[in-house]
């Protein structure tokens, strides 16, 4: 009964949130040409929350719910590297939405910068590159050698400004439930800043938002596991090949499990 009530909900709010999505979208796209021209023109805060109020509808309309586990928190208040892996293109409207209520529940907040590859900014439509320029995106062009330490001098710049760094360090989608390949170069800002790395797994967001459909699960669920944070102590002696390795293996032994214990039968 709770069930159908909540499909019939569902389905007399669409029309009316699918409106407010698309209004607040094309006002994004104002808001972000303001913005570029005159950075005072919205504090941080207002900026993250109409963010986080597009994100909200969307995964509204998308019908997705998110349970995160309780660590997730604990996540510091002081600046991190976040890192994730990357199974679609819901990923960032999921995190968008939970850590602007984390923000929200909390009195000390601190805002984040996105890394996105340059192609999102490079979208004809503009709508998805007004909702990154809101928030500060940090762009970076994979086949521009130059781009990409000026990517980094970014990160670096965000950290020193009190932001936390977000990266899906597979550097793009990667579908099925094996990982692609981490990143070392990912870490090089927590390395030389000496933040902590903040592993984050994301588990049933594959197909929930994209062309292909490789690995879809039936549930519309999305699932977050935060993963102890990783100390400046703790590879400050060590090298970021080996970091990255170990992150791995612990992020997927993690991924595995919530796929087991969720997904599969």
Request: hydrophobic share 45%; aromatic share 12%; net charge positive.
């Given at each position: ?67 995160k586990?309780?660590?997730?928190s ?20 999921v ?5 602007h ?38 762009y970076?062009?994979?086949?521009n ?73 039936n549930k ?6 935060t ?10 002696n060590t ?11 612990e992020m997927?032994?993690?991924y ?6 969720n997904?599969?039968?």
């Open positions: 009964m709770i069930k159908f009530l909540k499909t019939a909900w569902w389905v007399v709010a669409f029309p009316f949130v699918a409106l407010l999505f698309v209004w607040s979208m094309r006002r994004a796209k104002k808001k972000a040409k303001m913005y570029r021209k005159m950075p005072t023109f919205m504090t941080a805060e207002d900026r993250y929350h109409y963010v986080y109020k597009i994100a909200k509808r969307a995964l509204f309309l998308l019908r997705v719910s998110v349970k586990d309780d660590n997730f604990k996540i510091s208040q002081k600046p991190t590297l976040m890192i994730l892996n990357h199974k679609s293109n819901v990923d960032p409207i995190l968008l939405k939970i850590l209520e984390l923000n929200m529940a909390r009195e000390n907040k601190i805002f984040y910068a996105f890394l996105s590859k340059i192609e999102t900014h490079k979208n004809p439509k503009k709508f998805v590159a007004s909702t990154l320029d809101l928030i500060d995106t940090i970076i062009d994979r086949q050698p130059r781009a990409a330490y000026a990517a980094f001098s970014e990160q670096d710049k965000a950290v020193k400004d009190g932001k936390s760094v977000i990266i899906f360090i597979e550097g793009t989608r990667h579908f099925g439930d094996e990982f692609g390949e981490f990143k070392s170069a990912a870490l090089k800002v927590a390395f030389k800043n000496l933040i902590p790395i903040q592993p984050i797994v994301i588990a049933g967001s594959s197909g929930l938002m994209d062309s292909n459909k490789t690995n879809k699960r519309r669920t999305v699932y977050i596991e993963l102890p944070a990783v100390k400046p102590s703790e590879f400050m090298s970021e090949d080996f970091v990255c390795n170990k992150i791995k293996k997927q032994k993690t595995d499990n919530l796929i087991k214990k997904f599969k039968k």
